[in-house]
């Protein structure tokens, strides 16, 4: 019985990182993965099937499902930022965590928060997270989705990120995380000795806001 045990556990462990380590034409027809990077003539790019900088938090809703949250995020000190979290994206056997944030105005952000139905500090301590009312969420669906993070529920290591998403534009350590960024595809994986790998998307021309705080 521990025999089979331990294989069971080994082959669900393969299965899940499968999509990751295989180069077959199989792997490459599921769609939605996070090296499936396409570059648009205006230069933007779409991944996750959405267009970073035009699609919007309604085009996510209908192609993604409503198994997600969706709340303003903020410190103690800001006014937040607004976020569709989908805790159980799915594409093919990969799975993760995918975020999705927008650029809302500020005088909406305020609107929203005071009229939250609830509000609670999230796991960290750090932030809390305002659950938006059901009279604001047309209004809030229309926002603009400008960034997403996708935190994969395997954990990655260098030659993983080399073949599939190719040899980065730069490197930048920072203690324990090494930062392969990739200008023209707007995107920084942020691979971690210790914790989940993370990857941010942008549109190119949003990129350099994007690592300025790593330089």
């Given at each position: 019985m521990k025999i089979f045990f331990s294989i069971f556990v080994l082959l669900a462990v393969v299965l899940a990182v499968y999509p990751f380590l295989d180069g077959s034409k199989n792997s490459?027809?599921?769609?939605?993965?996070?090296w499936q990077i396409e570059t648009l003539p205006d230069g933007s790019t779409q991944v996750f099937g959405l267009h970073i900088g035009v699609s919007r938090l309604s085009d996510a809703y209908k192609m993604l499902g409503s198994d997600m949250e969706l709340?303003?995020?903020?410190?103690?000190?800001?006014?937040?930022?607004?976020?569709?979290?989908?805790?159980?994206?799915?594409?093919?056997?990969?799975?993760?965590?995918?975020?999705?944030?927008?650029?809302?105005?500020?005088?909406?952000?305020?609107?929203?928060?005071?009229?939250?139905?609830?509000?609670?500090?999230?796991?960290?301590?750090?932030?809390?997270?305002?659950?938006?009312?059901?009279?604001n969420i047309s209004q809030v669906l229309d926002e603009v989705i400008i960034a997403l993070t996708f935190i994969p529920a395997v954990n990655l290591d260098e030659k993983v990120i080399l073949d599939r998403f190719g040899e980065p534009d730069n490197r930048i350590q920072l203690d324990a995380v090494t930062h392969f960024l990739y200008s023209a595809k707007g995107l920084d994986i942020a691979l971690h000795e210790d914790s989940k790998e993370v990857m941010q998307?942008?549109?190119?021309?949003?990129?350099?806001?994007?690592?300025?705080?790593?330089q």
């Open positions: 490459a027809t599921v769609t939605g993965l996070p709340a303003i995020v903020a410190a103690s000190d800001e006014l937040g930022n607004l976020e569709m979290y989908y805790g159980h994206y799915q594409a093919g056997l990969l799975s993760g965590k995918l975020v999705l944030q927008t650029s809302a105005s500020e005088k909406n952000l305020k609107i929203w928060r005071d009229n939250a139905v609830k509000s609670e500090y999230m796991a960290s301590g750090l932030a809390k997270k305002y659950t938006l009312s059901e009279d998307y942008v549109s190119p021309a949003a990129f350099g806001q994007l690592i300025q705080p790593l």
